[in-house]
């Protein structure tokens, strides 16, 4: 099923952990619904700029995200985020063309991105009903995840 021209829902919904482990990862028709949105808005709009646009995680249905310690309160679970990256570009230049590029996003994390380390880490970008435009820099700090305000290479 495709979600948008460049994105599938099988993309979307592919986890090697679930594969593994066994866990079902089917959305339900409103999550599919918030995919679409999130690849028409977000996705397409990268993947026009920069070319092929990996999705390396979407959806994630709440066994899947509870798996994989994720939030409880992740917009994965709803279909309304993905980590993307793209071949051959910095993800801190993805993550800077998002926002100045006035896309639509609830939220946008430059994760784990170590400076001098172009593929290192991804861009965590989410669209739902929110449109806050809150960015953030995830990073460990003496073993913990923090966050930042902004993109903080």
Known sequence: MKLSEHFSLSE????????????????????????????????????????VTVINSGYRSKQLNEAIGGSSTSQHCKGEAADIEVPGVSNLEIAQWIVDNDLPFDQLILEFYTE???????????????????????AKRSGRTVYLEGINP
């Open 12 to 51: 979307f919904t592919k986890s090697q952990t679930a594969e593994r482990r066994g866990i079902i990862n089917h959305p339900e028709i409103g999550h599919i619904a918030n995919m679409k949105e999130l690849c028409e808005n977000i996705l397409e709009p990268v993947r026009e700029e920069f070319g």
């Open 116 to 138: 001098g380390e172009p593929s290192s880490g991804w861009v965590h970008v989410s669209y739902g009903a929110r449109k806050r435009g809150q960015v953030l820099t995830a």
